[in-house]
Structures are given as C-alpha cells and as structure tokens.
C-alpha cells in the first residue's frame, strides 16, 4: 500500500466519523427541543383549569424560552396575555377562552402533537377539577 492510499483512507475515516457525529447531533438537538416542547404542553393543557395555578404559571413563563423561534405561539400567547391584563369586569369568560384555546392549539400544533378529527375544541377547554364535572372513582 502506498502512502497516498494510507492517507486517503484516514482521511475518509476521520471525516466521515466527523460527519456523523455532526448528524447525530443534529437530531439530538431536534429530538430534546421537541421533548422540551411536548413537556411545556402537558404542564399548560394539565394546568389549564386554574389559570392562576402554579403549574400554568410555569409553562406559560416557559412559553417564551421553549417556543422562541416559533411566531404563531408567541403572538398566540402575547394575546392571551393581554386579554388577561384587562380587568374581569371589562373582559368575557368567552373572550379568554377564545385566547386560551387560539394558544393551546398552537402550542400543540408547534410541539407536534395531533389529534383526531373527533376532537373538537369543547376536548381542549373541558377540565375535570371538582367543580362538578369532575370524574371520581367510587
């Protein structure tokens, strides 16, 4: 075997272990942003019958960090933001559900998580949380 050919093949070893691991990290870097993603989405869908909760409060503080590169969810949460600055007696229950489901689907739809056609958006507003439409075992 030449020298050239020594080269040339520890050349093409190096690089091509280089070019995996540049993969490889690539799709780790995809797959945690999305783990991060689905996370923020179960805290604010699990915390959404009490938006004054500490587990709501702590995904929509999340918000911003987790779905920054993301426009749709930050406008998203920007208005619903601001619907809640307005005092009660100026605002409608109707009007920050609208806001709350618009951010919901967003977020859902930006962490890719779907769902079938059979779930309307009654599903995404509906809380079981012992105000009477709770479900208890006996």
């Not at 915390?47 to 969810?73: H, K, Q, T, W």
């Not at 930050?74 to 605002?91: K, S, V, Y």
């Not at 962490?111 to 439409?133: A, E, M, V």
Request: proline share 1%.
């Amino acid at each position: 075997m030449t020298s050239e050919a020594i080269f040339v093949t520890i050349f093409a070893s190096l690089l091509s272990g280089l070019f995996g691991v540049l993969i490889s990290f690539k799709f780790y870097e995809r797959l945690e942003k999305r783990k991060l993603r689905i996370e923020t989405a179960k805290k604010l869908i699990g915390g959404r019958f009490n938006l004054a909760s500490n587990e709501f409060n702590i995904a929509m503080n999340e918000i911003f960090v987790v779905y920054a590169d993301c426009p749709e969810v930050m406008t998203a949460m920007t208005n619903f933001w601001e619907i809640l600055q307005a005092p009660q007696g100026q605002r409608t229950s109707k009007v920050v559900d609208d806001k709350l489901l618009t951010l919901l689907k967003t977020v859902c739809r930006n962490s890719g998580i779907t769902h079938s056609k059979d779930i309307n958006d009654d599903f995404f507003l509906r809380t079981f949380n012992g105000n009477g439409n709770s479900v208890s075992a006996k």
